[in-house]
């Protein structure tokens, strides 16, 4: 059997996180007790956990012309994802996330830097790709029109379009409406409903289209009626990234062909594994491992 096709466009991000007991005010400085570097972005979060998993997974996005844009790239490569049509941008940074971590407080600030050189136009020179895809997987740390470009093609070839809105900002109803699968977590989904403006034929049109995922909850689906999926017990010990390997698991069930309710119910158990791992990539599990932790 062919390797199923995903094409993840969406965001490649560096973290950088400085654990300190004293975060600084204005003005100062203090020393930290740490700092290391994570691999993130949920576009590229997502596009690992389905490669992971055994998917043909390329990835379409963009890096800067500095070493951290050459890193992820050789870091994508080993974890199995295409990078060919992932852009390097001159003169602009990758983009980065700067954690401070003190006494289990966080802080963060987020450069998009060449994440907003995924225009529409790269989106568009793009189309071939998507067309031969399975399953077209979308988040929200790229330009809107980028992501709206990416699903009007995608259903011009009529491929299927998982949209995770993340982060959640105000979505025009056209969008909401044209993917199949929208993946929001509990907070996210108020915020979704709330804000678009949809007639109650629409809204509950897009309501059918949900999978919301709950955290230790599970996951609930809409398709049917109401449909709780039941979180596994796990040791949780990092939840980061919980809901990107549940997105790139569900891609990865979805182009296999398997239907909707048990693709929610192989990619609960894929993000339950992911949390029982320090670091978002970390703890993506292989297929052999999901097929061990579920039997
Ligand atoms: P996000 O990371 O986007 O906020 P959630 O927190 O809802 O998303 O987590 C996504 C999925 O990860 C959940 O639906 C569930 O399958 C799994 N998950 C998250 N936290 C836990 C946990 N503590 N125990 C078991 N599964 C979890």
Redesign the pocket.
Same mark, same amino acid.
Do not use: R
């Given at each position: 059997m062919s390797k199923p096709k995903i094409t993840v466009i969406g965001s490649i991000n560096m973290d950088l996180v400085t654990k300190t007991n004293t975060i600084p005010k204005v003005g100062e400085t203090v020393l930290g007790e740490s700092f290391f570097t994570i691999p993130g972005g949920k576009g590229a979060n997502q596009a690992v956990a389905a490669a992971r998993l055994g998917a043909g997974v390329t990835m379409i996005g963009c890096v800067g012309d500095d070493a951290f844009g050459n890193e992820l790239k050789n870091h994508l490569t080993a974890q199995g994802v295409s990078v060919e049509n992932v852009k390097t941008i001159p003169e602009t940074s990758t983009g980065i996330a700067s954690i401070t971590l003190s006494n289990g407080d966080n802080s963060i600030i987020i450069v998009s830097g060449a994440n907003h050189f995924v225009t529409p136009e790269v989106v568009k020179q793009h189309e071939h790709l998507i067309a031969e895809s399975d399953i077209v997987l979308l988040q929200l740390e790229i330009p809107l029109q980028s992501v709206m470009e990416a699903v009007q093609l995608a259903k011009r070839h009529n491929v299927q379009v998982i949209l995770n809105p @993340?982060p959640i900002q105000k979505l025009p109803k056209e969008l909401i409406l044209q993917v199949d699968y929208i993946t929001p977590?509990?907070h996210e989904q108020e915020m979704l409903l709330s804000a678009s403006n949809m007639s109650d034929e629409e809204l509950k049109l897009v309501k059918e289209k949900c999978i919301v995922?709950? %955290?230790?909850k %599970? !996951?609930m689906l809409y398709q049917y009626g109401e449909t709780l999926i039941q %979180?596994?017990k !796990?040791n @949780?010990v990092d939840?980061t990234? *919980?809901?990107d390997?549940?997105n790139g698991a569900l891609a990865f069930s979805l182009s296999n062909g398997a239907a909707l309710k048990e693709s929610c119910q192989f @990619?609960?158990a894929v *993000? @339950?594994l992911s !949390?029982t791992k320090l670091g978002a990539q970390a703890g993506m599990p292989t297929l052999d491992e999901v097929e061990a932790f579920v039997s």
């Open positions: @993340a977590n509990e995922t709950k %955290g230790s %599970g !996951v %979180g596994y !796990v @949780a939840s990234g *919980a809901g390997s549940f @990619a609960n *993000a @339950a !949390v």
